[in-house]
């Protein structure tokens, strides 16, 4: 939580957040669920663009520390702990649902992707920023470049590691969980969606002329941005 709080995560300041919010694009007047919201910092974003927004986190202390900061009444949003396998609203309630970094700690998604297809209206759109499936390898954050198996691409695939991100390891080790495009495809297909836009967040050439940290740190490409509809 001190990284995002501090802003201390370059790819999420300076890449990934960028392309969120441009896949979401204008959102007053929306109602949106920020789905893994964590401690808040995109809900209370898109509630700052007039966004009626709903964060859902199955941690509760992110939650209560969601909770903790202070939004103006003008900004309607609001947290709960709960799994987006069982969403605690009813069917068709939302214009947009958005996942930013959550599908890298989902075991198996496939129930939160049919749960998003339930609570989402008629031509809702699903966002998605997760780790890249082909490319992201343990450690690819360090420089690292690995290819990955077809024995391990086409299974769902964890890598257990702490990462490091300005100098701060995380406490505990991490599984991030990856599993093949196909999977993607077919599982929103089979909850109703059409993928309509596949995105792969990466720097720009002059960031990466310019910084060292862009080239030494983005060696493959490591995002997916997947927009969804739901039919
Ligand atoms: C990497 S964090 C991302 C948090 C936030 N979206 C952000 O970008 O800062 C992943 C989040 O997913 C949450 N999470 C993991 N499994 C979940 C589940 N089944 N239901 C709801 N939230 C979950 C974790 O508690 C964690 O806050």
Not at 109 to 138: D, M, N, Q, W
Not at 183 to 204: C, K, N, Q, W
Not at 213 to 227: H, K, N, Q, S, Y
Request: charged share 25%; proline share 6%.
């Amino acid at each position: 939580m001190k990284v995002i709080r501090e802003h201390r995560d370059r790819y999420r300041t300076e890449l990934t957040d960028r392309a969120v919010l441009d896949a979401i694009g204008p959102c007053e007047g929306q109602k949106i669920l920020d789905a893994g919201c964590g401690e808040g910092y995109l809900a209370r974003r898109l509630a700052s663009q007039g966004a009626d927004v709903l964060g859902v986190d199955a941690c509760q202390g992110l939650i209560d520390a969601a909770e903790s900061v202070p939004t103006g009444t003008a900004e309607p949003v609001s947290f709960t702990c709960a799994s987006v396998d069982a969403i605690p609203v009813g069917d068709e309630v939302f214009d947009l649902v958005v996942c930013n970094h959550l599908f890298s700690h989902l075991h198996d998604p496939s129930r939160a992707i049919h749960e998003f297809g339930r609570v989402l209206k008629s031509s809702g759109r699903l966002v998605i920023l997760t780790l890249h499936p082909c490319f992201y390898t343990a450690h690819s954050e360090n420089g690292a470049m690995n290819s990955v198996p077809a024995s391990r691409y086409f299974t769902s695939r964890g890598i257990d590691q702490h990462f490091m991100v300005d100098g701060l390891e995380s406490p505990s080790m991490i599984t991030s969980w990856l599993r093949p495009l196909e999977y993607y495809s077919g599982t929103l297909r089979d909850a109703g969606f059409v993928i309509t836009d596949l995105r792969e967040p990466h720097p720009t050439g002059e960031q990466l002329q310019s910084d060292p940290w862009w080239r030494d740190g983005f060696p493959t490409a490591l995002f997916m941005l997947l927009v969804a509809e739901r039919r």
